[in-house]
C-alpha cells in the first residue's frame, strides 16, 4: 500500500534553532513528492517539488531534499513566523492526480 | 477571485439530510480536486476532475459521496443521507495543469452533522 509518513508529528524550536522535518515514503512509483506549508485554519500552501533523488529546491531558510526513500525539510535559523504545519505529499505514476498525503509535522518556534 | 472559493465556509445538518459544497476553482485552471481533512492530520483524497471529466473517484467512501464539474469550472460535492462520521472539513483545490501535484487549496467548508 502506498504510504507517506512524517515524523516527528510536532517539533518545538527556540528562534534560530536549526533543525529537519522528516517524511518516509513507501509508494510503487514516485512520480513527484511535494511539500506544503498550512497555517491554522487555512488550506495547504506549496512549497517545493521534489523529482529524483539527490534534488534540492530552497525558499528562505527552507530547505528540501530528497533520497531514494524519504525527503527532509531543513529549517535554517528559524523564526516565529514560521510555525505552521508541514505537509509532504506523493504523487505516484499510474494514479494521475492523486496526491497521498502524510499526517504533518507541526512546528512551534518560540521567540 | 484571485484564489479557490468555496462555499459555505461553515454547514451545520441534521443526520439524513443531503449538503451540497461547492468550489470555485482559480480561473483557467486544468484540474479540480476534493480532499477530506480531519483535524491533525493531512487531506485525504476524494476525486478529482480534469475539465469536465472525472478522472478518479477512488477516495470517495461510499455511494453517498458523488462531485460533478458539469461545465469544467464550478464544482459541487453532494453528500447524501448525511451521518455523523461525515463530519470533517472539505477542501477544494485547483491545478494549472493536470495531475501536476502542485494545488491551490480554498479555505474549505467545515460540515457537521448532528
Known amino acids: 500500500e502506498d504510504q507517506v509518513t512524517q515524523s516527528p508529528e510536532a517539533l518545538r524550536l527556540q528562534e534560530g534553532e536549526s533543525s529537519s522535518l522528516n517524511c518516509s515514503y513507501t509508494?510503487?512509483?514516485?512520480?513527484?513528492l511535494f511539500w506544503y506549508r498550512q497555517d491554522p485554519g487555512k488550506g495547504p500552501e506549496f512549497l517545493f517539488t521534489l523529482y529524483s533523488a539527490g534534488e534540492e529546491k530552497e525558499k528562505e531558510r527552507l530547505k528540501a531534499t530528497l533520497t531514494k526513500k524519504e525527503s527532509f525539510l531543513h529549517i535554517t535559523a528559524p523564526k516565529p513566523e514560521d510555525s505552521a504545519t508541514y505537509l509532504c505529499a506523493s504523487l505516484i505514476y499510474n494514479q494521475g492526480g492523486k496526491l497521498i498525503f502524510g499526517q504533518g509535522t507541526e512546528l512551534s518556534v518560540k521567540p | 477571485g484571485a484564489g479557490v472559493s468555496q462555499s459555505p465556509r461553515y454547514k451545520v445538518t441534521k443526520r439524513g439530510q443531503d449538503v451540497a459544497l461547492r468550489c470555485d476553482p482559480i480561473?483557467?485552471?486544468?484540474?479540480l480536486y476534493w480532499y477530506r481533512q480531519a483535524l491533525g492530520q493531512g487531506p485525504e483524497f476524494l476525486t478529482y476532475?480534469?475539465?469536465?471529466?472525472?478522472?478518479?473517484k477512488s477516495g470517495l467512501p461510499n455511494d453517498r459521496f458523488s462531485a460533478e464539474r458539469p461545465e469544467g469550472s464550478i464544482s459541487t460535492l453532494t453528500i447524501q443521507r448525511t451521518e455523523q462520521r461525515d463530519s470533517a472539513m472539505y477542501r477544494c483545490?485547483?491545478?494549472?495543469?493536470?495531475?501536476?501535484?502542485?494545488?491551490?487549496f480554498g479555505e474549505g467548508s467545515r460540515l457537521t452533522v448532528l
Open positions: 483545490a485547483s491545478s494549472l495543469q493536470g495531475a501536476s501535484g502542485e494545488l491551490f
Open positions: 480561473s483557467g485552471h486544468v484540474s
Open positions: 476532475f480534469n475539465y469536465e471529466a472525472q478522472q478518479d
Open positions: 509508494v510503487s512509483g514516485l512520480r513527484g
